[in-house]
């Protein structure tokens, strides 16, 4: 596809379980990150990956979270024993080394209860 | 404090008004991102600049280094331009990632 794509759009789950969110970026895009908005709050860091380097992950809240992007594409931030307060919009971004500017995907809404 | 911080928190304009969104911050920077957020919630880039001045369409975008103060600048404003404005600013030395985001400006323009 021509932007960035996440999925799922919506996820419920239940205050414990683990869940998985999947970003597809850009093609030829060597930077994804990972934000997070939480409701009436403003945009969160949450971690970032450049090509074959380590990735920053200073944002990541808690040991709960963690993410991977496998051959250099796909990215998937998981959250381990989700608590309420991870109830949020989960936003992937991703930008071409060239020009830096960064397309953002539409987000999936986390909503745990 | 914190350190991006933006202003007004809310402003609302007749169409055709000018307009000037206000973002101060109180670290170094490598670059600033001023991001548009439609009331669906969807986020683009508008412009990233680390120095001077970037115009597209309506939009100017200003940068002051050494007062370490930006300006989105909106002319001739139509009610599509309602959104939620947001700075954001990369730290000097830090991730092209890392992002420190301003609580963003809400923007209602009247037809």
């Known amino acids: 596809g021509a932007g960035v794509s996440q999925s799922p759009s919506n996820k419920v789950t239940e205050k414990g379980k683990d869940v998985e969110l999947r970003c597809d970026p850009i093609s030829g895009h060597t930077a994804l990150y990972w934000y997070r908005q939480s409701l009436g709050q403003g945009l969160e860091f949450l971690i970032y990956f450049q090509g074959n380097s380590a ?3 200073s944002g990541l809240p808690s040991d709960r979270f963690s993410a991977e992007r496998t051959g250099g594409s796909v990215s998937t931030l998981t959250i381990q024993r989700t608590q309420q307060e991870d ?3 989960y936003l992937c971004a991703s930008s071409s080394p060239v020009r830096g500017i960064q397309y953002f995907g539409a987000g999936t809404r ?4 | 404090k914190n350190e991006v911080e933006q202003s007004p928190q809310n402003l609302t304009a007749q169409e055709g008004e000018f307009i000037t ?3 101060s911050y109180s670290v170094g920077i490598s670059a600033l991102h001023w ?3 439609h009331p669906g919630g969807g986020i683009v880039s508008l ?3 680390s120095s001077g001045k970037k115009k597209h369409g309506r939009l100017i975008a200003t ?7 930006s300006s989105l600048h909106i002319t001739a404003s139509h ?3 309602s959104a939620v404005y947001i700075c954001a600013v990369g730290h000097y030395g830090g991730s092209q990632g890392n992002l420190i985001f301003g609580k963003g400006t809400k923007l209602s323009v009247k037809p």
């Open chain 2, 79 to 81: 009610p599509r331009d």
């Open chain 2, 63 to 69: 940068i002051n280094i050494q007062e370490k103060h």
């Open chain 1, 110 to 113: 986390l909503s745990v209860l």
């Open chain 2, 35 to 37: 991001l548009q957020q």
């Open chain 2, 21 to 23: 969104i206000n973002c």
């Open chain 1, 55 to 57: 990735p920053d992950k």
């Open chain 1, 87 to 89: 109830s949020a919009v």
């Open chain 2, 47 to 49: 412009f990233m600049l």
